[in-house]
């Protein structure tokens, strides 16, 4: 059974442009998440999707931060436009109980904004 | 305070010794409790979950949790080389993470 697959693994852009991340969740898994890593801090939650609704976005950092779900399978997350603060590793997860236990995260996005 | 505390490390033990790692909480409301493995250039691996106190063993792992003190450890038995990694406790309230812990198992 296939993982969590981000893409892509790493993106380096320049500052004021947008990047577009894409998550696919495991098969089945109505519960998609949306995580960030800056350097040196902890992984921080982003958003959650139940299906293709927005369940929880609480964590989003601005309104340069765009997720989507069309369908209720894959999910993107873009950056417009990227500001310097933006760097970092952008983790996606799903999982079939929406608590969150159980989770599967994906390999992660490396993102550089220079 | 954060809600989740865990020592960054790095913390380096030989092999074949036991680990302890530790983080506490802040919220005494949280009921789940887990404990995620990071490889270098990896996402987070579920190592596993508890429910409330108690104890929980998988093997060489043991997690155990104690509400009185909001305190969460994780323990590694017969530690190996390959058990270096980065441990990341974490409490289910949309996945609250610590910073995670390096740790490294010399050989």
């Known amino acids: 059974e296939a993982g969590v697959t981000q893409f892509p693994s790493h993106s380096v852009i320049e500052k004021g442009q947008t990047v577009t991340l894409r998550c696919d969740p495991i098969?089945?898994?109505?519960?998609l998440y949306w995580y960030r890593r800056v350097m040196g801090k902890e992984i921080k939650f982003l958003l959650h999707?139940?299906?293709?609704?927005?369940?929880?976005e609480s964590g989003m950092p601005n309104n340069r931060f765009l997720a989507e779900r069309t369908g209720g399978t894959y999910s993107t997350l873009k950056v417009q436009p990227a500001e310097l603060e933006d760097s970092g590793v952008y983790f996606c997860a799903s999982s079939q109980e929406a608590s969150g236990t159980e989770a599967f995260f994906g390999q992660g996005t490396r993102l550089t904004v220079v | 305070q954060k809600e989740v505390e865990q020592d960054p490390g790095p913390l380096s033990v030989p092999e074949g010794a036991i680990v302890s790692l530790n983080c506490t909480y802040s919220n005494s409301a949280f009921q789940y409790f887990m404990w995620y493995r990071q490889y270098s250039r990896k996402g987070p691996e579920l190592l596993m979950y508890t429910y409330s106190s108690g104890n929980k063993e998988d093997g060489r792992f043991t997690a155990q949790v104690d509400k009185s003190s909001k305190y969460i450890s994780l323990f590694i038995r017969d530690s190996q080389p390959s058990d270096s990694a980065t441990y990341l406790c974490a409490i289910v309230d949309k996945i609250i993470f610590g910073k995670g812990t390096r740790l490294h198992i010399l050989p």
């Open positions: 098969s089945g898994h109505d519960n």
């Open positions: 999707f139940v299906k293709e609704s927005k369940q929880d």
